[in-house]
């Protein structure tokens, strides 16, 4: 069964710091690209950031660029988002996703359309 497994949200306050895990089954992560994304109540999917297949390739969103890092251990077959300086605006459920480059080792994929795997989400709340 191939899936991917989202851990490590919780409730921090504003200011604090989080790391999240996203460990895939049934599949190697080193051979996909990963997003992680969010959604919070009411609003739509976000693209916060992603890594290609190779780890050298990455994007941010504008709104969590300086704060978030993604980083990928293939020898532990996870893909990491660290947050930091966190806001009550990003309280929302986070999601990882994988995406099939066809051998292109850089490759970042434009469109949440284009990742293949889903993870079920893990909720992350910013609050005092």
């Known amino acids: 069964q191939l899936q991917l497994v989202e851990s490590g949200g919780g409730l921090v306050q504003p200011g604090g710091s989080l790391k999240l895990s996203c460990v895939a089954s049934g599949f190697t992560l080193d051979r996909y690209a990963v997003g992680w994304f969010r959604q919070a109540p009411g609003k739509e999917r976000e693209e916060l950031s992603c890594?290609?297949?190779?780890?050298?390739?990455?994007r941010y969103a504008n709104s969590v660029r300086g704060r978030f890092t993604i980083s990928k251990d293939n020898a532990k077959n996870t893909v990491y988002l660290e947050m930091n300086n966190l806001k009550p605006e990003d309280t929302a459920v986070y999601y990882c996703?994988?995406?099939?480059?066809?051998?292109?080792?850089?490759?970042?994929?434009?469109?949440?359309?284009?990742?293949?795997?889903w993870g079920q989400g893990t909720q992350v709340t910013v609050s005092s």
């Open positions: 890594i290609s297949s190779n780890g050298g390739g990455t």
């Open positions: 996703a994988a995406d099939w480059p066809y051998g292109d080792i850089w490759h970042l994929p434009s469109h949440s359309d284009e990742y293949d795997y």
